[in-house]
């Protein structure tokens, strides 16, 4: 049986940030949930199993949802402030991607767990994602968690206060979506 390929992008899910609060004013912060709105995915079927996975997405496209906690609800001029800061503090301009290549891919008991390269910042970092695939009428709901961490990749997190508050270096980065059944794309 020949591969074929699927490709994915935000019609078929939605690509989370969320970040954390350090530092002794850390109550201060707002702990965020950031959306990428330009991403594309391309998955490489062999038959009916997954053989490649490459994940690239726009840096720029970054674009703050929301945040809980801090003194006060975050502002329309505040989210405008903090994708500018964010935007600096990866360098989008010298870094505009990120990506994610899967070359070892193998089945666990509810999908699979991916293992490859992840480029963020210019640095390039071993990284394992586990993904939770479930078959429903033609179509893959899927679904995954991974934690990436700044200083893994050389990013400066913001910081207030003289450091007082600053984005925790871990960060989650989530995804939920539905794809075509291999062989159907």
Not at 9 to 21: E, R, Y
Not at 135 to 146: F, N
Request: net charge negative.
């Amino acid at each position: 049986m020949s591969a074929t390929q699927a490709k994915l992008d935000p019609s078929h899910g939605q690509l989370l940030v969320k970040t954390g609060v350090a530092g002794r004013a850390s109550k201060m912060g707002h702990r965020l949930t950031i959306v990428m709105d330009r991403w594309e995915a391309a998955v490489t079927w062999d038959g009916t199993r997954p053989k490649a996975v490459e994940l690239t997405v726009e840096v720029d496209s970054l674009r703050v949802l929301q945040g809980e906690g801090g003194m006060t609800p975050l502002t329309a001029p505040e989210k405008t402030l903090i994708r500018a800061n964010a935007l600096k503090c990866l360098d989008s301009s010298k870094h505009p991607l990120i990506r994610f290549t899967a070359t070892d891919i193998a089945p666990t008991d509810d999908g699979y767990r991916l293992t490859g390269e992840l480029e963020i910042h210019g640095r390039t970092k071993q990284h394992v994602i586990t993904v939770a695939a479930a078959e429903d009428g033609g179509s893959w709901q899927v679904s995954a968690d991974t934690q990436v961490r700044h200083s893994d990749f050389g990013v400066r997190r913001y910081s207030m206060l003289m450091g007082a508050m600053q984005v925790a270096d871990e960060v989650t980065v989530s995804f939920t979506g539905t794809a075509d059944t291999a062989g159907s794309a």
